[in-house]
T-cell receptor, first 113, second 115 residues
Framework: AQSVTQLGSHVSVSEGALVLLRCNYS??????LFWYVQYPNQGLQLLLK??????LVKGINGFEAEFKKSETSFHLTKPSAHMSDAAEYFC???????????FGGGTRVLVKP | DTAVSQTPKYLVTQMGNDKSIKCEQN?????MYWYKQDSKKFLKIMFS???????INETVPNRFSPKSPDKAHLNLHINSLELGDSAVYFC??????????????FGPGTRLTVL
């Protein structure tokens, strides 16, 4: 069975500072990995996804994530936080065969002025 | 144009009632899903349909019955509502069943409150 762990349910950053959200997965086969963002009272929106091409994936809104097989990690970063980045972020994993997404518990990002 | 839409956005009802949530996608996708997000924001898949055929059915009480009249619609009917059913329910869709790299597109959610 595959699972996803997001370290830290809450992260607080200052505007302009680095955003780092941690995601580790466990999977018996190489997975596909996704980061979604949920703004307040909205549905989920895809930020980026890893599908076994380049290990460094660039997404929307200046976010990027690096797939590290040796560490079973897919951490999300953004060099400079903006107030509009305040949201809930979800890491998700999917097996190479099939379409079932398994989500981590989410990390809420607060951005301080 | 809304890609994945759900109605209603909010639903407040009494225990024991039966209610339905509707979902429609105008993306031409073949596959649709229902997810439940609990009060701790934990998201879990409930069902998935491909071209009106059920392909994923997680461990969900049989009080929950999805219905897909066509591939653009996936409705969720809930019988005998319980307090624990209170949650936000998200509908999603993706282009093809066979491609695991496909992005799932989510609706805005329906917040169900059972009193």
């Amino acid at each position: 069975a595959q699972s996803v762990t997001q370290l830290g349910s809450h992260v607080s950053v200052s505007e302009g500072a680095l955003v780092l959200l941690r995601c580790n997965y466990s999977s018996s086969v190489p997975p596909y990995l996704f980061w979604y963002v949920q703004y307040p009272n909205q549905g989920l929106q895809l930020l980026l996804k890893y599908t076994s091409a380049a290990t460094l994936v660039k997404g929307i809104n200046g976010f990027e994530a690096e797939f590290k097989k040796s560490e079973t990690s897919f951490h999300l970063t953004k060099p400079s936080a903006h107030m509009s980045d305040a949201a809930e972020y979800f890491c998700a994993v999917k097996k190479a065969a099939g379409n079932k997404l398994t989500f981590g518990g989410g990390t809420r990002v607060l951005v301080k002025p | 144009d809304t890609a994945v839409s759900q109605t209603p956005k909010y639903l407040v009802t009494q225990m024991g009632n039966d209610k339905s949530i509707k979902c429609e996608q105008n993306l031409g996708h073949d596959t649709m899903y229902w997810y439940k997000q609990d009060s701790k924001k934990f998201l879990k898949i409930m069902f998935s349909y491909n071209n009106k055929e059920l392909i994923i059915n997680e461990t969900v009480p049989n009080r929950f019955s999805p219905k897909s009249p066509d591939k653009a619609h996936l409705n969720l009917h809930i019988n005998s509502l319980e307090l624990g059913d209170s949650a936000v329910y998200f509908c999603a869709s993706s282009p093809m069943t066979s491609s695991s790299t496909d992005t799932q597109y989510f609706g805005p959610g329906t917040r169900l409150t059972v009193l």
